[in-house]
């Protein structure tokens, strides 16, 4: 029962996280659809805060790596339970977190596309709901620190 819910945590760390990246790119993708047809030439600009939402899969993975050494047989359910919370809070500090960031990023983009300056404006903005994955990973990182490993 301990490794299964130890993986488990770990699958939903990587998942949601995935999931949330996965989503939160489309999103940027359709508004840069958009607003490449009002402004073709800055489309550099639109790639670029496109790829933003992506890094809190990066960040489910981090956490997959930092976790799966820890899972070992014979493990005690404290360990397991300690897994499953800290991957099942990730997924989902990541998942929303690259959604929220989605939306400033293709709100940026559909002001670049209206003509505005907002490429600056947009990615300081969009650092904030970064922070708060960065934040999950780096209680997942101390967490993991003071499990016991195999």
Known sequence: MEIFLAYLGVALCVALSGVGSAYGVTICGNAAIGAFKKNPSASGSYMGLSALPSSQGLYGFVGFFMLNSHIFSG????????????????????????????????????????????????????????????????????????????
Not at 87 to 104: M, N, P
Not at 129 to 146: C, D, N, R
Request: proline fraction near 3%; hydrophobic fraction near 60%.
């Open 75 to 150: 493990m005690t359910m404290s360990a397991a339970c300690a897994i499953f919370g800290v991957g099942l809070a990730l997924g989902l500090v990541a998942l929303f977190s690259a959604i929220r960031q989605a939306k400033v990023c293709a709100n940026g983009i559909g002001a670049i596309g209206a003509g505005h300056s907002a490429f600056g404006t947009t990615m300081v903005l969009a650092v904030f709901p970064e922070l708060y994955a960065i934040l999950g990973l780096l209680v997942l990182i101390l967490t993991a620190s003071s499990l016991p490993t195999a």
